[in-house]
């Protein structure tokens, strides 16, 4: 009798995340400001994850933003959030990408 209760919460519980999707399927690109131009941000996404956040345009100073440029993708594809730490030494760059990833993220979201 336990066993049969046990399962029956499992599949109770199960069927009731199944279907939710967090995100709307499809790619956004979004748009942000620096002092030197605006970056853009390409963010794809399936029914329950960020599946990829690549920087489509930029006028950044090569050198000195490059580690931003490169690591923070990589951060927001980490941690599925635009929620991350910014680069050190490349700040405004880096809350650059933030803010063009919040806004396809908080389009894409369903909840």
């Known amino acids: 009798m336990k066993a049969l209760f046990v399962t029956l919460l499992a599949l109770t519980v199960g069927s009731a995340f199944a ?5 709307t399927p ?4 979004g ?14 996404f399936s029914r329950d ?3 990829a956040v ?3 345009r930029h006028s950044e100073t090569p050198g000195i933003t490059a580690k ?6 990589e951060r927001i594809l980490a941690a599925q959030t635009d929620k991350v730490d910014a680069v050190s030494g490349a700040t405004l760059t880096s809350r650059a990408i933030r803010r063009a990833a919040a806004q396809c993220i908080n389009t894409h979201r369903t909840k």
């Not at 499809?26 to 690109?29: L, M, Q």
């Not at 748009?31 to 963010?43: E, L, N, Y």
Request: charged share 20%; with cysteine.
């Open 19 to 23: 279907g939710e999707a967090l995100f």
């Open 49 to 51: 994850a960020i599946t």
């Open 26 to 29: 499809g790619t956004c690109t």
């Open 68 to 73: 931003a440029l490169k690591q923070m993708p």
């Open 31 to 44: 748009s942000a400001r620096t002092g030197r131009g605006p970056v853009k941000v390409k963010v794809t």
């Open 54 to 56: 690549k920087i489509a």
